[in-house]
């Protein structure tokens, strides 16, 4: 089992749509939480950290709940200029240093 | 502008030539590290490195080689590539601790081991 699951998709949706996303993660020591936006053959880029208090970014909104180890990521009014890949990232402790976790990805296609 | 210039960008090699892919970062950053990203696996850490003169295994060293003698830079070094090494290679950069820090990926390098 991963240590970061999540839907691989494809979630094709169509423009103005609402989309949720959701992420499990295995190791309870884990502390901090993202979502990454990746472009097709292109680096991923942060989207927005995630907080266990819920936190908005214009269209995006990410949750965290540590009793469950799940994250979720919704978009709003889905743009064609979302269409791409949404990583699961969580950050755990290691021999000192911290870690980033990847999830394998959400691809997400928005239709016109 | 902040940024992790990763080169070459596109790479075709053949089994058991020696390669180095280069990684540099701007930002003044401590912390590096190497991923390879594979369908189906997602990013998997190679090396990291924490400081100067520091280095340390990932998941998946075999077969590579990281070296830190500046701060700006981490290349990765394969001295025998095999098909198997045949990936999308992406270095990045962070503030130490990384804990809430932000990742800075460099473009990625897709290499092509036959």
């Known amino acids: 089992r991963k240590e970061v699951e999540q839907d691989p998709g494809p979630f094709n949706v169509p423009e103005g749509a609402t989309v949720a996303f959701n992420c499990t993660y295995s190791n309870s020591a884990s502390q901090s939480f993202f979502w990454y936006r990746q472009d097709c053959r292109k680096e991923p880029k942060l989207l927005m950290s995630v907080y266990s208090s819920g936190n908005e970014d214009g269209r995006f909104t990410a949750q965290l709940n540590r009793a469950s180890q799940y994250i979720s990521l919704l978009i709003r009014d889905s743009k064609l200029s979302d269409s791409a890949t949404y990583l699961c990232?969580?950050?755990?402790?290691?021999?000192?240093?911290?870690?980033?976790?990847f999830g394998t990805g959400t691809r997400l296609k928005v239709l016109a | 502008e902040a940024q992790v210039t990763q080169n070459p960008r596109y790479l075709i090699t053949v089994t058991g030539k020696k390669l180095t892919v280069t990684c540099s970062q701007n930002?003044?950053?401590?912390?590096m590290s190497w991923y390879r990203q594979d369908p189906g696996l997602g990013l998997r850490q190679i090396y990291y490195?924490?400081?100067?003169?520091?280095?340390d295994k990932g998941d998946v060293p075999e077969g590579y080689k990281v070296s830190r003698k500046e701060k700006r830079n981490f290349p990765l070094i394969l001295e025998s590539p095999s098909p198997n090494q045949t990936s999308l290679y992406f270095c990045?950069?962070?503030?130490?601790?990384?804990?809430?820090?932000?990742?800075?990926f460099g473009q990625g390098t897709r290499l092509t081991v036959v």
């Open positions: 930002m003044n950053h401590e912390y």
């Open positions: 990045a950069s962070s503030d130490r601790p990384i804990r809430d820090t932000e990742a800075f």
């Open positions: 490195s924490m400081n100067v003169e520091v280095t």
């Open positions: 990232v969580v950050n755990r402790p290691t021999s000192g240093t911290y870690k980033y976790i």
